[in-house]
């Protein structure tokens, strides 16, 4: 079973760097999640990516020195399967490409 499971994040971590060529990452080859670099002046990402279903956390969450990284934490094993988490890469990719949203709600 622990073969099976490596093997499956393995696989993930793969269609990840895949993806995200291009962008700023950093991940363990046998992971279930990633840290993605966000864009300077792109708070707003880590909010729209979980508003979208993506399992997300903004690296403000991690954070003990009061200094968080300008990341977040993105889950690659919360998907059910790889066609699923494909398409939740393909909505990442998206966000990270789309402008700022600057509107604030509340």
Known sequence: IITAIRSEAIGRQQLAQRALKGFEFQAKSAAHHLWLRLPEGRADVAA??????????AGEAFAV???????????LGAARNRAELTEALRIL?????RPADTRQIV
């Open 48 to 57: 729209h990516l979980l508003r979208n279903g993506l399992a997300v956390v």
């Open 65 to 75: 020195d009061g200094m968080p990284p300008h990341a977040a934490r993105v889950s």
């Open 93 to 97: 990719v998206r966000a990270l490409h």
